[in-house]
């Protein structure tokens, strides 16, 4: 079995497993609700917590019955860099879903 590297963890080959916790966009939107999310993941002994990053508009038309709900659920790169500095200072690693060329190239 191959290992890979996480930052400081080594993974597979017999170490121990490696938790992401899944945030999503169960931050509904707020900047305070997710930095919670991310001190409760740390404090739960995850490894990692995964949130979701998007631009509406790469994911649905404004005709859409979800753009709405989708923005409102949106964070900008200011909120991101933001969460990334908390997890960092939490000691907990960020990643996350990306959904569209924006996301993928913040």
Excluded: P
């Excluded at 080959?13 to 999503?24: D, L, R």
């Excluded at 993941?41 to 709405?68: L, M, P, R, V, W």
């Amino acid at each position: 079995m191959r290992t890979i590297q996480i930052n400081d963890r080594i993974i597979g080959n017999g170490n121990e497993v490696y938790i992401i916790a899944e945030a999503g966009i169960n931050h509904d939107g707020n900047v305070e609700q997710a930095k919670k999310m991310i001190q409760k993941a740390h404090d739960s002994g995850a490894d990692a917590i995964k949130f979701q990053i998007f631009k509406t508009e790469e994911i649905c038309s404004k005709n859409s019955d979800y753009y709405n709900l989708f923005k409102n659920l949106e964070l900008d790169d200011a909120d991101w860099n933001e969460l990334k500095k908390f997890a960092d200072k939490t000691k907990i690693n960020f990643t996350a879903s990306v959904f569209g060329k924006w996301s993928a190239d913040f």
